[in-house]
């Protein structure tokens, strides 16, 4: 951006000194000090968010950029002493002498927020596929695959090894692998004392892994080793987008949803893990950041709870939206192939299979925080646009 105004600041008023058409006006009230961009965006700066982002190098510890500064060293009614903006920054100097500056796009950036980096998909979605040496090796295509991955919740990684444990070299791009209980490594096989349905041959309806978890797994990476049975088709359910249209339909169940605790519980002779957490958990904007679903973990409510009849409308409500077949996308996870899933978003399944021959599936967890962090790194690599 341009530095298009300089304005000599009075309590409430402003004088704008204007150097193009595109007058930047900043006018001091009260409590903000308030700037309009050339596009009508409105930034309003509180006096005390202001002194408290001060960048110098008293307010910051050089070494590491961390703040340094506390409010608690200033009065909470602080107010700029002068405010001037001048070749694309914001200065200010407070009562005691300190001055502060601010970068004008800085400043600017926060009128315009992004939150469109997600993309909703249903029926006729295909989770895009890409080379899993590719994947490891290539910063490029990493980092395209990682993109598509935080924006749809989803992809599949081809032509992996079909050796066991071939998760493990998932870390150094998704990872560290989160550990839970049961296995580091987790098998998907049938076996009769399995602890899960999963070790049946049972169709799995759409779930996300360890909601008896409080904090459950937010990466799930699904490696098919052996395929051999007919049936048992993976099936991705976009829950974020079920959400959105239940809230839609039906904003007071969906407001039950989030404030209904559910207990879920997964154990087996070894070890034992339950919770008591919301089906849906929204930011404080009220966006979608968290669908629990686990039909086979979901536990009897305490039913002298208040408001569990209007619970199970709600719940019924759901289970019908994540099960219709409109927003099912199911295919055919061949041996040497990996779904990798937002698992706090993306809700996973499968078909039911006849266990004529061998199906072995390798489930490993990571966090979505940590698959952002290599999202950055390769974007100072200049790798991501
Ligand atoms: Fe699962
Ligand atoms: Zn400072």
Redesign the pocket.
Known sequence: MQAVIGADVVLGQVVERPMSEQAIRVKQQAETVDIVWPDGTQTSLPHLWL?DN???????VEQTTEKK?MVTSVTVDIKPASTEYLDDTLRIVWPDG???CYNGCDLHAFANEDTEWRSEWGAGYVPVGFDFQDFLNDDGAAASAIQEFVKSGAMVLKNAPQEPNTLEQLAPRLGPIREVLFERIHNVEVYADGYNVAHTPLPLPPHNDFASYSWPPSVQALHMLVNEVPGGESVVVDGWRVLSELRAARPDLFDVLCSTPVPFRMFDRDNETCTLEPLVRCDVDGHITGLRFSNQLMQAINPNRPGVAKFYRAYHELCKRVTDPSVKVSFRLGAGEILVVASHRVLHGRNAFQASGRRHLQDAYFEFDNVRNHLVLLRRKGLVQ
Do not use: E, I, L, W
């Open positions: 002194r001060c960048d110098c190098n008293d307010c910051r500064f300190h001055a502060t």
